[in-house]
Structure formats: C-alpha cells, structure tokens
C-alpha cells in the first residue's frame, strides 16, 4: 500500500458525518475491531438485539450514503417515491451490516458460514485441467466470505487481491486476521495499490503456473485502466485488469457472486466463463470481454439489488428523482 491518503474511486460517499464520527465512522478501523471482540465473547443469538440499533443509527446519520443508495438502485429498480426509497435504503443497510457481521464471524474463526453451489459443474471442468483460471466477483452479498470458498475446494493457491481499506489501520488489523487463518487455507492475500506493476506480474506468473487469482471486477482502483461500458443503460466504469490478465495469460475468467440467503448462509452462483479472445486487435478482445462482464455484473445485481454494497452515487440523479 502506498502512503496516498486519496480514497480510491469508489470509496463509500463522505461528508460532515465522517469528520463528526471520526474513528467511529463506517470506514474506520474501530468497526473491525468491535465486531472481532462482539463475535469472540457474544453467543450468536445476541445479535440480533444488537444489530437493528445499529442500523437505524447508521441509517439516520450517513446522509450522503443514503442519497447514493437511492440513486444507484433508480438505475435497476426504477423511480420510485419519498416512503419507498427509504425502504429500499433501509433494506440495503440491513443486508450489508449483517454481511459484514458475518465477515467477522467467519475471520475470527468463531462461526462458519455455509454454502450451496449453482454450477459447480463449471468449477469442477475448469480445476480438472492443468490451466490455471481468475475468478471475478463483485461487491454483492457475501462477496469476501465466498472468496475464501474455492481454497477451500481446490489443491491449488489462490491469490486473493483485495481491494485497500480507506483506513490503513483498518488494512493492517484485516491483514493480521487473514494471515491467522492462512496456515489451513492455501491462499494469498495481495492489497493492491494502483498503478503496481509488479503485482501484475504476480499474478501472471501465479495463474500461468496453475493457481487461481480472484479479483473483484467491479470496481476501478487509484491510479488504474478502466473502459466505459454499459449498466442498466447507464455509462460506468470497469477496470481492464482482469480481462487484459485473462488475455495475456491465456486463461478464461469465471464470474461468480455470493448471495445471502439467511443467517449464516450463502449461495454461490458460478456463472458460464468468459474467454477472452486473442486477435490482433487487443482492444477489441478487451472490450468485448468487458462487455459480458458487464452483462454478469447486471444480472446479479438484478438477482439481489439490495446487496449491492455500492455507497457511491455513481450517476447524477435523474428528472424523476
């Protein structure tokens, strides 16, 4: 991680809440820390007189995050009047505080979270072969829990690249709970720092040597390429890193999302892969690969548009907004 305190693009939306709750803002280091000691002496019944509060106080406070979760889910869900854009916000919050819970739990190593599997049959095809191959998820459900899921299930290591925490406290306080963990699980972690060409490098060598490398597809990072595609009609933004990784290395990426089905539960979706062609016309490939990125991206977020955890107003509003 570099010493740049710029937050990355999609950093949840900030305002006078932030410099008011300080540490204990929601992207803070003070959160990780409190759910790691609540799941390591609460039994896991308590929660649920825990959470609610939480979130009504969350809900009240974090205005400009508020506004960005309206705005967003215009896009997929359409417009919508005063009362029930305040549901859909609600909703939204609701799911993302009991994923992140579930992330502490399933860190600290107290509780697991269980999953069921659409398509496995396509992760049993592509870790039959001697290929290595990316996995690409998004920032839906229970998206950093099913991460860890394919080390699990596969002999080989996978390079988990997370994205840096807008709080380097926070950053270091995650990494020392993953490095806890990873002497039963054969992964590795990598923060990623924009514009760090040795970490593609890396992950070159890693996917071209059999492992498995998991991105997050969704979101540009500082410093890095993006292409402007289409979402639910609107311009946005995709990083080109993962398809130009899949292009380079010869390997296909696999979209997959994780939904939260209910306390504790998941299910995986393993979506058809998206090979990446190999043409003269490099740009072309790319785009072309983004495009059916894009098309996955949109329909998982239709599958569960209240756990897309994007806090970020990400077009100007509209006029019947």
């Known amino acids: 991680m570099t010493g740049s305190t710029k937050p990355p693009p999609h950093a949840p939306e900030a305002g006078l809440m932030q410099k008011f709750l300080g540490r204990f803002h929601v992207t803070g280091v003070f959160w990780y820390k409190f759910l790691n000691f609540g799941v390591s002496i609460l039994p896991r019944g308590a929660w649920n007189l825990i959470v609610p509060p939480f979130i009504s106080f969350f809900f009240v406070a974090l205005i400009k995050i508020r506004r960005a979760i309206a705005s967003n889910l215009e896009a997929v869900l359409g417009p919508c009047g005063w009362m029930e854009a305040q549901r859909r916000i609600f909703r939204t919050m609701w799911e993302f505080s009991w994923c992140f819970l579930e992330r502490a739990e399933s860190m600290s190593g107290k509780r697991h979270v269980t999953f069921s599997i659409d398509g496995e049959e396509i992760w049993n095809e592509l870790t039959g072969s001697d290929s290595g191959f990316i996995t690409l998820t998004a920032h839906i459900g229970n998206w950093e829990t099913g991460a860890r899921v394919p080390s699990s299930k596969s002999e080989r290591t996978v390079h988990l690249v997370r994205e840096r925490e807008i709080d380097p406290r926070a950053q270091e306080f995650i990494r020392g709970l993953i490095e806890d963990q990873a002497q039963d699980i054969k992964f590795k972690v990598h923060f990623a720092a924009g514009g760090d060409p040795s970490l593609g490098t890396e992950l070159l060598n890693a996917v071209r040597d059999g492992n498995i490398v998991a991105l997050q597809g969704d979101r540009p990072r500082s410093g890095g390429r993006t292409e402007s595609v289409k979402l639910f009609g609107r311009p946005f933004d995709l990083p080109v890193g993962p398809a130009v990784l899949a292009r380079v290395a010869g390997v296909p990426l696999m979209p997959i999302f994780v939904f939260r089905e209910g306390r504790l539960h998941s299910r995986i ?19 072309a690969a ?14 569960r548009p209240h756990q897309w955890f994007c806090f970020r107003e990400l077009w100007p509003p509209g006029p019947a907004r």
């Not at 979706?269 to 785009?287: F, G, Q």
């Not at 983004?290 to 599958?303: D, G, P, Q």
């Open 269 to 287: 979706v393993i979506r058809d892969v998206i090979e990446v062609d190999r043409s003269r016309n490099r740009e072309a490939d790319v785009s």
């Open 290 to 303: 983004l495009a059916k990125v894009a098309a996955n991206l949109e329909w998982a977020i239709r599958e």
